[in-house]
Nanobody, 129 residues
Framework: QVQLVESGGGLVRAGGSLRLSCAAS????????MGWFRQAPGKEREFVTG????????YYADSVKGRFTISRDNAKNTVYLQMNSLRPEDTAVYYC??????????????????????WGQGTQVTVSS
């Protein structure tokens, strides 16, 4: 069992930055790939970024590539999402998730909702124009 708690959301102007954190309970954090997803009002939850167990491989949706950076600290049981150059269309509830992609599945495995077993409660990010 893994419990995930996100923090760091808030209101920011377009062009600004935010850093989200996701703290995980349990001793098996390093056994899971981690992902960030987001859901805007009236839209489906969508993949933002994912990171492999060791942190050596990262994956990004095209919409955030070059602006967002995912990282993890297995010693602290925490995954981070650094968001720069924020846009109004980035406004959403952001969720972190833990799961076990098929070995070798790379982007396809890390980006699918059904890869992830454990989810946080979400944190709101609002970007004003």
């Amino acid at each position: 069992q893994v419990q995930l708690v996100e923090s760091g959301g808030g209101l920011v102007r377009a062009g600004g930055s935010l850093r989200l954190s996701c703290a995980a309970s349990g001793r098996t954090f390093s056994s899971y790939a981690m992902g960030w997803f987001r859901q805007a009002p009236g839209k489906e939850r969508e993949f933002v970024t994912g990171v492999s167990l060791s942190g050596s491989n990262t994956y990004y949706a095209d919409s955030v590539k070059g602006r967002f950076t995912i990282s993890r600290d297995n010693a602290k049981n925490t995954v981070y999402l650094q968001m720069n150059s924020l846009r109004p269309e980035d406004t959403a509830v952001y969720y972190c998730a833990a799961g076990s992609p098929r070995p070798g599945s790379a982007y396809s495995g890390h980006s699918q909702l059904n890869t992830y077993t454990y989810w946080g409660q979400g944190t709101q990010v609002t970007v004003s124009s």
